[in-house]
């Protein structure tokens, strides 16, 4: 089954502590995009990249890293997670610069104390 | 920042109504697209209109997009309970990358 997978679904953490949320799709997607959620705004783009070992910044992407060492793969890291990335991650891909058409995880929410 | 805007942001209708909800956007785009987010899940891919592009059609579903005005409105007819939602309206910006501007979106409850 063609699908966006994200872990950890669910994930409480501590102020500082590093975290990773891995991102992986099977449909051989160039394209692959980090957003998080917040009540009343909407999607916001974290990271994108376009193939691997290509990434570049979104709209918020101060307090994140990311990186694209194989084309299914796109992991988010948190190095020092602080309470304001308190937020409902979602990755998504899709095929290429000519089909943008993007394929979404089913999401992480992430509590940071 | 936020380009995409959706009005309203809510709208309440009863089954069998249309629901019409309107984007805003700010800068060239190559296309916009429009997707729907069942309460906390992940979006899901509904229809994508392109810059040369000013109406689209899928099932109940009618796109339109206005480059003169920066706008695209989502037409949904003989709305069903099942249609309860939030819809966003994404575009890609037409600077080379793949920057994604999301509007903050428009809850739709369609009433039984």
């Known amino acids: 089954e063609a699908q966006v997978t994200q872990n950890p679904r669910y994930l409480i953490t501590v102020t500082g502590k590093k975290l990773t949320v891995t991102c992986s799709q099977n449909?051989?997607?160039?394209?692959m995009s980090w957003y998080r959620q917040d009540p009343g705004l909407g999607l916001r783009q974290i990271y994108y990249?376009?193939?691997?070992?290509?990434?570049d910044k979104g709209d918020v992407p101060e307090g994140y890293k990311v990186s694209r060492k194989e084309k299914r793969n796109f992991p988010l890291i948190l190095e020092s997670p602080s309470p304001n990335q308190t937020s409902l991650y979602f990755c998504?891909?899709?095929?290429?610069?000519?089909?943008?058409?993007?394929?979404f995880g089913p999401g992480t929410r992430l509590l940071v104390l | 920042s936020q380009q995409g805007e959706e009005d309203p942001q809510a709208l309440s209708i009863q089954e069998g109504e249309n629901a019409t909800m309107n984007c805003s956007y700010k800068?060239?785009?190559?296309?916009l697209q429009w997707y729907r987010q069942n309460s906390g899940r992940g979006l899901v891919h509904l229809i994508l209109?392109?810059?040369?592009?000013r109406e689209k059609h899928s099932g109940r579903l009618r796109v339109t997009l206005d480059t003169s005005k920066k706008s695209s409105s989502l037409l949904i007819t003989a709305s069903r309970a099942a249609d309860t939602a939030s819809y966003f309206c994404?575009?890609?910006?037409?600077?080379?990358?793949?920057?994604?501007?999301f509007g903050a979106g428009t809850r739709l409850f369609v009433k039984a």
């Open positions: 449909m051989n997607h160039e394209y």
């Open positions: 209109i392109r810059s040369n592009e």
């Open positions: 990249s376009m193939n691997v070992e290509v990434t």
């Open positions: 800068t060239s785009i190559n296309n």
């Open positions: 998504a891909s899709s095929l290429s610069r000519l089909e943008e058409t993007q394929y």
């Open positions: 994404a575009t890609v910006q037409n600077t080379g990358g793949f920057k994604t501007i």
